[in-house]
């Protein structure tokens, strides 16, 4: 089975610049979850979506960050303008059950690298 | 969600047991006690899961506090493939999320 595939692994951009991450879940998952991950620190919800529905985006910096996920597949987070602090790693997830806590699990993707000069 | 709270770095030899403690007393009695771990470079996995009962799994065993206020992360033999961030994280019965903390990183030494 395929996993929740991720691009680019690596983007280095200047401030101000835009950048965009793209996401393809596994196949028939239903939530998709975008995650900024600051080094050194634990991974941190930015937007959580059911097919392509906003779940919870409380946390997405939306001035300048935003996400969607049409017909309820692929995903794109894009960032614009990019600041220094937006340097970490973006992860996708994937989970095929609403129930995470009795049983579901989330699949990560190996993130996307972004470093902002 | 409710606090974990971990030990920042614990170090294991190789081929030996390693138990990774988590502290939970705010837990409420819905909370589900889960586990993942991020080896470097990847995306965090899954581990293992529970309420109330130890659970064993292929990869783990979790053993959780008859008050359900800690539980432990019990590799049985631990290898370099080991080696990572170990994250102990609550989800409400009908939570569909999860919140990370800072979690263990645990070293494995041969």
């Known amino acids: 089975e395929a996993g929740v595939a991720q691009s680019p692994r690596y983007k280095i951009i200047e401030k101000r610049q835009s950048v965009a991450f793209w996401c393809n879940p596994i196949?028939?998952?239903?939530?998709l979850y975008w995650y900024q991950q600051i080094l050194g620190q634990g991974p941190k919800l930015l937007i959580q979506f059911q097919n392509n529905g906003v779940v919870d985006d409380s946390q997405l910096p939306k001035d300048r960050f935003s996400a969607e996920r049409l017909k309820g597949v692929d995903s794109t987070l894009k960032i614009q303008p990019a600041k220094l602090e937006d340097s970490a790693v973006y992860l996708c997830?994937?989970?095929?059950?609403?129930?995470?806590?009795?049983?579901?699990?989330?699949?990560f993707g190996e993130g996307s690298r972004l470093t902002v000069l | 969600d409710a606090k974990t709270t971990q030990p920042n770095s614990m170090e294991s030899n190789e081929e030996e047991p390693v138990h990774l403690p988590c502290n939970h007393s705010?837990?409420?009695?819905?909370?589900?006690i889960h586990w993942y771990r991020q080896l470097p470079s990847q995306g965090p996995e899954y581990v293992i899961h529970?309420?109330?009962s130890n659970v064993n799994n292929r990869m783990a065993s979790l053993a959780i506090a008859e008050d359900r206020k800690s539980s432990t992360l019990i590799l049985h033999r631990a290898t370099l493939r080991d080696a990572a961030v170990y994250y102990c994280?609550?989800?409400?019965?009908?939570?569909?999320?999860?919140?990370f903390g800072a979690g263990t990183i645990l070293r494995v030494k041969s």
């Open positions: 997830a994937s989970s095929p059950l609403r129930r995470l806590a009795t049983g579901g699990e989330l699949f």
């Open positions: 994280i609550l989800i409400m019965e009908y939570g569909n999320k999860l919140v």
């Open positions: 705010t837990i409420s009695g819905t909370d589900y």
């Open positions: 529970g309420l109330t």
């Open positions: 196949s028939g998952h239903a939530t």
